[in-house]
Protein backbone atom coordinates (compact mmCIF):
# COMPACT_ATOMS: atom_id res chain seq x y z
CA UNK A 1 0.00 0.00 0.00
CA UNK A 2 2.96 2.32 0.51
CA UNK A 3 5.63 3.39 -2.29
CA UNK A 4 9.10 4.97 -1.67
CA UNK A 5 9.22 7.93 -3.87
CA UNK A 6 11.10 10.83 -2.41
CA UNK A 7 12.46 9.68 0.88
CA UNK A 8 8.77 9.72 2.32
CA UNK A 9 6.25 7.16 2.21
CA UNK A 10 3.66 7.39 -0.46
CA UNK A 11 -0.10 5.64 0.55
CA UNK A 12 -1.02 4.02 -2.84
CA UNK A 13 -4.41 5.73 -2.71
CA UNK A 14 -6.54 2.92 -4.57
CA UNK A 15 -5.31 0.14 -2.68
CA UNK A 16 -6.06 2.29 0.62
CA UNK A 17 -10.06 3.20 -0.60
CA UNK A 18 -10.62 -0.48 -1.44
CA UNK A 19 -9.86 -1.41 1.92
CA UNK A 20 -11.81 1.12 3.56
CA UNK A 21 -14.42 0.31 1.63
CA UNK A 22 -14.21 -2.93 2.35
CA UNK A 23 -13.50 -2.19 6.31
CA UNK A 24 -16.64 -0.22 6.43
CA UNK A 25 -18.39 -3.28 4.79
CA UNK A 26 -17.55 -5.54 7.18
CA UNK A 27 -18.32 -3.11 10.12
CA UNK A 28 -21.51 -3.33 8.49
CA UNK A 29 -21.82 0.76 8.64
CA UNK A 30 -24.53 2.57 6.73
CA UNK A 31 -23.70 5.51 4.51
CA UNK A 32 -23.87 8.16 7.01
CA UNK A 33 -21.56 6.45 9.95
CA UNK A 34 -19.04 6.34 6.65
CA UNK A 35 -19.30 9.68 6.14
CA UNK A 36 -18.73 10.46 9.58
CA UNK A 37 -15.73 8.17 9.97
CA UNK A 38 -14.11 10.03 6.72
CA UNK A 39 -15.03 13.03 8.27
CA UNK A 40 -16.57 14.12 5.12
CA UNK A 41 -19.29 16.81 4.99
CA UNK A 42 -22.83 15.51 5.99
CA UNK A 43 -24.55 16.09 2.77
CA UNK A 44 -21.18 14.58 0.57
CA UNK A 45 -22.74 11.09 -0.63
CA UNK A 46 -21.00 12.10 -4.05
CA UNK A 47 -17.53 11.38 -2.70
CA UNK A 48 -18.57 8.25 -1.06
CA UNK A 49 -20.13 7.18 -4.17
CA UNK A 50 -17.06 7.51 -6.08
CA UNK A 51 -15.05 6.07 -3.27
CA UNK A 52 -17.35 2.77 -3.33
CA UNK A 53 -17.22 2.43 -7.36
CA UNK A 54 -13.17 2.27 -6.59
CA UNK A 55 -11.89 6.18 -7.10
CA UNK A 56 -8.89 6.70 -5.51
CA UNK A 57 -9.69 8.52 -2.04
CA UNK A 58 -8.78 12.90 -1.72
CA UNK A 59 -5.07 13.35 -1.00
CA UNK A 60 -5.37 15.50 1.82
CA UNK A 61 -3.50 15.01 5.21
CA UNK A 62 -7.07 15.14 7.01
CA UNK A 63 -8.16 12.12 4.88
CA UNK A 64 -5.15 10.14 4.92
CA UNK A 65 -4.55 10.70 8.79
CA UNK A 66 -7.64 9.61 9.11
CA UNK A 67 -7.32 6.52 7.22
CA UNK A 68 -4.20 5.87 9.18
CA UNK A 69 -6.19 6.00 12.62
CA UNK A 70 -9.25 3.83 11.02
CA UNK A 71 -6.34 1.23 9.91
CA UNK A 72 -5.07 0.99 13.22
CA UNK A 73 -8.18 1.14 14.89
CA UNK A 74 -9.13 -2.13 12.91
CA UNK A 75 -6.04 -3.54 13.65
CA UNK A 76 -6.56 -3.36 17.20
CA UNK A 77 -10.09 -5.02 16.90
CA UNK A 78 -9.16 -7.96 15.08
CA UNK A 79 -6.08 -8.35 17.48
CA UNK A 80 -8.28 -7.84 20.57
CA UNK A 81 -11.11 -9.54 19.31
CA UNK A 82 -9.98 -12.75 16.88
CA UNK A 83 -13.93 -13.47 16.82
CA UNK A 84 -15.06 -12.11 13.38
CA UNK A 85 -18.35 -10.87 14.79
CA UNK A 86 -17.48 -9.89 17.78
CA UNK A 87 -14.81 -7.57 15.85
CA UNK A 88 -16.62 -6.46 13.37
CA UNK A 89 -19.74 -5.09 15.68
CA UNK A 90 -17.66 -3.67 18.10
CA UNK A 91 -17.65 -0.44 16.21
CA UNK A 92 -21.47 0.06 16.36
CA UNK A 93 -22.07 -1.19 19.90
CA UNK A 94 -22.71 1.03 22.45
CA UNK A 95 -19.72 1.30 24.98
CA UNK A 96 -19.47 2.19 28.67
CA UNK A 97 -16.13 4.03 28.25
CA UNK A 98 -17.88 6.30 25.61
CA UNK A 99 -20.59 7.09 28.13
CA UNK A 100 -23.22 4.46 26.48
CA UNK A 101 -22.61 5.82 22.68
CA UNK A 102 -21.20 3.54 20.09
CA UNK A 103 -17.43 4.41 19.03
CA UNK A 104 -19.30 5.65 16.00
CA UNK A 105 -21.48 7.73 17.57
CA UNK A 106 -18.38 9.49 19.25
CA UNK A 107 -16.61 9.83 16.12
CA UNK A 108 -19.55 11.38 14.37
CA UNK A 109 -19.92 13.69 17.72
CA UNK A 110 -16.35 14.54 18.40
CA UNK A 111 -15.30 14.92 14.22
CA UNK A 112 -11.34 13.82 14.69
CA UNK A 113 -11.08 13.71 18.82
CA UNK A 114 -13.88 11.09 18.35
CA UNK A 115 -11.26 9.41 16.08
CA UNK A 116 -8.40 9.89 18.53
CA UNK A 117 -10.51 9.04 21.24
CA UNK A 118 -11.67 5.23 20.13
CA UNK A 119 -7.58 4.96 18.82
CA UNK A 120 -6.43 5.54 22.28
CA UNK A 121 -8.59 3.74 24.20
CA UNK A 122 -8.04 0.55 22.14
CA UNK A 123 -4.38 1.16 22.34
CA UNK A 124 -4.37 1.07 25.94
CA UNK A 125 -6.68 -2.11 26.04
CA UNK A 126 -3.72 -3.93 23.73
CA UNK A 127 -1.11 -2.11 26.17
CA UNK A 128 0.21 -0.38 23.45
Known amino acids: ?16 TAMVMRMFDNWQLSSEDRIALLGLAK ?4 ALSKYK ?4 IANSRDTLERLSHLFAIHK ?17 KPNGAF ?3 SPVQVIDRYGFVGLL ?11 T
Open 99 to 101: EGL
Open 53 to 56: RGEP
Open 76 to 92: NLRLLYPQREVCYAWMR
Open 1 to 16: MFAETTGKPEIDRHKA
Open 43 to 46: ENRT
Open 117 to 127: MVRSYLDRARG
